[in-house]
């Protein structure tokens, strides 16, 4: 699926729109991690998956 994302919109449904669009085209490469209790963090040039806990250590 693919947004159409129109110059007419404001900035920030834009934005949301294009965060949306990168959750989608990346879901199936986080699905498992997901699944599994990860957090996963996008940005806009990375995506990077945690284990919780966070911190680990114990």
Same mark, same amino acid.
Request: glycine letters at 6%.
């Given at each position: 699926?693919?947004?159409?994302? $129109?110059?007419?919109?404001?900035?920030?449904?834009? $934005?949301? +729109?294009?965060?949306? =669009?990168? +959750?989608?085209?990346? +879901?199936?490469?986080? =699905?498992?991690?997901?699944?599994?209790?990860?957090?996963?963090?996008? $940005? $806009?040039?990375? +995506?990077?998956?945690?284990?919780?806990?966070?911190?680990?250590? =114990?």
């Amino acid at each position: 699926m693919r947004f159409i994302i $129109d110059n007419a919109l404001s900035p920030i449904v834009a $934005d949301q +729109l294009r965060q949306a =669009e990168l +959750l989608l085209a990346n +879901l199936p490469a986080v =699905e498992e991690p997901l699944q599994s209790g990860c957090v996963v963090v996008f $940005d $806009d040039t990375r +995506l990077r998956v945690r284990r919780l806990p966070v911190g680990g250590g =114990e």
